[in-house]
């Protein structure tokens, strides 16, 4: 991890002190964000997000429902265009609906459903129970400092951190809610460009979630 922690010139204690003191910091965040992840039993929330190619960008909005390890329900709510396009996931099965052609379409899990939310990025691998593992494989620095962020839908106020982890394709930088260890944003970079922006805008962490949102329809 790179930190930097020390601007002046400070007596060696003093330094010393300030070091110490970041350093247990930046170790905290982190068992704080893989604590939160390895114990998560359910993630509700709205999240934004905006694709750059080229000169060109693209805005999605979508509540997304999780239980892990294998439940998950992706409604598009953002543009107009996709409104009402519904993903479920429930152990095996995967099922698509698509309003704007009235079409139900019925997979299985290895031939339709196990990349739905990989490109959300650290996000996606927080709420699967997998920020340790993304942790351990990337290099990651950690903000010496915090910086408020404001939720959007409900514009409530909150104390972040950033981490930026180095990846082999590029680099992703999240902003974790300091109060819970969550994630709330995400950029994601290819290569030095930026490719997606994921912004969560509301969220709820381990509370219960009616199991029929999970239910696929029959098939017709």
Same mark, same amino acid.
């Given at each position: ?19 110490? #003191? ?9 068992? !704080? ?13 709205? *999240? !934004?997000? &905006? ?8 805005? *999605? @909005? ?11 329900? %992706?409604?598009?709510? @953002? ?8 993903? %479920? ?26 990349? !739905?939310?990989?490109?959300? #990025? ?24 915090? +910086? ?10 909150? @104390? ?5 982890? &180095?990846?082999?394709?590029?680099? !992703? %930088? ?6 819970? #260890? &969550? ?20 969220? +709820?962490?381990?509370?219960? %979630? ?7 329809? @029959?098939?017709?």
């Amino acid at each position: 991890m790179t930190r930097q922690f020390a601007r002046y010139v400070l007596p060696l204690g003093v330094v010393a002190l300030l070091v110490l #003191g970041a350093t247990a910091q930046g170790v905290d965040i982190l068992d !704080q964000v893989q604590s939160a992840s390895h114990g998560l039993t359910s993630y509700a929330a709205t *999240i !934004q997000m &905006t694709q750059y190619k080229g000169h060109t960008q693209s805005t *999605i @909005e979508f509540s997304f429902d999780f239980v892990p390890p294998d439940r998950m329900r %992706i409604v598009y709510t @953002e543009p107009a265009s996709v409104k009402g396009q519904t993903m %479920i996931l429930n152990t095996g099965n995967f099922y698509t609906y698509l309003p704007s052609l009235d079409r139900q379409v019925w997979q299985d899990v290895k031939s339709g459903g196990n990349d !739905q939310g990989k490109e959300m #990025g650290f996000l996606y691998n927080f709420v699967t129970h997998g920020a340790k593992a993304f942790i351990d494989a990337n290099s990651v620095e950690i903000s010496p400092q915090t +910086s408020s962020y404001t939720i959007a839908t409900t514009k409530q106020l909150i @104390e972040t951190v950033e981490l930026e982890f &180095t990846l082999p394709t590029g680099k !992703q %930088i999240a902003r974790i809610n300091t109060a819970d #260890g &969550t994630p709330v944003s995400i950029d994601i970079y290819n290569g030095d460009k930026l490719a997606m922006e994921v912004r969560v805008l509301d969220y +709820s962490l381990d509370k219960p %979630i009616d199991s029929s949102l999970f239910q696929i329809p @029959e098939k017709r």
